[in-house]
């Protein structure tokens, strides 16, 4: 929510509710749904109906259009067990001068057309640079490498504001291990040990592959898998 709201402000958003009503109509809709748990829940706020079809904020009449999509969505355990397949794309993300991601947008017209070639390449997922070339994110989760037992991801400057991303870091560096937020190169990125992906949906999801090369001995490895169950541990127990 501090997320939603830090992002609504920053366009003049005016959202028309505080954070507890929001969460509260969150709540109302899983209990008139009788929904109780496995649920993932997706919160889409625009700025309503305007007079005429354009981009122009000053054509909107009455209050914002609010869209809260509830259903039942689990991760698939094959794609766990065999880990994703990555390809880079030629289009890079976005950077802060010309779309700042820690918005949480719709605007991810780049991202989809990234999805697109990793698609037509026979990959899952689009791992994405930096305009200077070094690794920044996949086209719809954060990317991390594990070299030893260390952590790491991009700066962030380049990224998605992901909530399980941060969390993630949290975690490890909770247990007494390093995290290291940098920049790193693709061929860094091939001698890993081992790699995965964060999102709210998949949480650790490991990669295996990527252009076409196999990361580590190709299969999920033991330190993703340690701090994947530190993970499940603690959404667990939130």
């Known amino acids: 929510m501090d997320r939603l709201y830090e992002g609504a402000n920053s366009i003049g958003l005016q959202i028309g509710m505080d954070r507890a009503a929001l969460v509260g109509e969150i709540h109302r809709t899983l209990r008139h749904n009788d929904m109780l748990d496995g649920v993932h829940i997706r919160l ?7 007079s005429t079809v354009n981009q122009d904020p000053r054509f909107v ?3 914002p259009t609010i869209v809260i999509v509830a259903e039942y969505k689990q991760p698939r355990p094959e794609t766990k067990k065999a880990g994703l397949r990555l390809m880079t794309s030629a289009i890079r993300c976005s950077t802060p001068d010309v779309f700042d991601l820690r918005l949480n947008s719709h605007s991810r017209l780049n991202f989809i057309q990234a999805l697109i070639q ?7 997922e689009a ?9 920044a994110s996949c086209n719809s989760t954060n990317f991390f490498i594990l070299r030893g037992r260390e952590l790491w991801t991009s700066t962030g400057a380049c990224c998605f504001n992901g909530i399980t991303r941060r ?4 975690i490890w560096r909770g247990a007494g291990e390093v995290v290291r937020e940098k920049d790193f190169t693709l061929a860094e990125v091939y001698a890993a040990d081992e790699a995965f992906v964060t999102g709210t949906l998949g949480g ?12 580590g001995n190709g299969t999920p490895g033991p330190v993703g898998a340690e701090l994947a169950a530190l ?3 603690f959404t667990e127990k939130a």
Do not use: E, H, S
């Open 167 to 170: 969390k993630v870091m949290q």
């Open 61 to 63: 009449v009455g209050g």
């Open 231 to 233: 993970y499940q541990d």
């Open 44 to 50: 889409m706020i625009t700025r309503g109906q305007k």
């Open 118 to 124: 990793a698609i037509n390449m026979g990959a899952d």
């Open 204 to 215: 650790i999801t490991p990669v295996t592959q990527i252009d076409g090369r196999r990361i």
């Open 127 to 135: 791992l994405m640079l930096d305009d200077r070339g070094f690794v």
